[in-house]
Nanobody, 123 residues
Framework: QVWLVESGGGLVQAGGSLRLSCAASGRTFSSYGMGWFRQAPGKEREFVAAISWSGGSTYYDSVKGRFTISRDKAKNTVYLQMNSLKPEDTAVYYC?????????????????WGPGTQVTVSS
């Protein structure tokens, strides 16, 4: 079992930055693939970014060059640095863990999910 808890969300003006953190429990965290997803009101949950156990990453096209995913295995934490935020980035952001260790954009591949953290970007 892996428990995930997100933090770092909040209200920011367009063009601003936020860093989300996802703290994970469990001794096997370092072998998991980790992902960030988001869900805006009335929309489906969508992929944002993912990082493999070895550090390889992949991003949704609309966040490339603005968002950066990283992980600190010693702290059992994965981060999402979000720069140049836009109002359309407003959503609840979820952290997820995948046992196979890969960086995948398919939410069906993920085994564990956090409760989410709200990000609101004002124009």
């Amino acid at each position: 079992q892996v428990w995930l808890v997100e933090s770092g969300g909040g209200l920011v003006q367009a063009g601003g930055s936020l860093r989300l953190s996802c703290a994970a429990s469990g001794r096997t965290f370092s072998s998991y693939g980790m992902g960030w997803f988001r869900q805006a009101p009335g929309k489906e949950r969508e992929f944002v970014a993912a990082i493999s156990w070895s550090g390889g990453s992949t991003y949704y096209d609309s966040v490339k060059g603005r968002f950066t995913i990283s992980r600190d295995k010693a702290k059992n934490t994965v981060y999402l640095q979000m720069n140049s935020l836009k109002p359309e980035d407003t959503a609840v952001y979820y952290c997820a863990a995948e046992r196979g260790g890969i960086a995948t954009a398919d939410r069906r591949d993920y085994d564990y999910w956090g409760p989410g953290t709200q990000v609101t970007v004002s124009s």
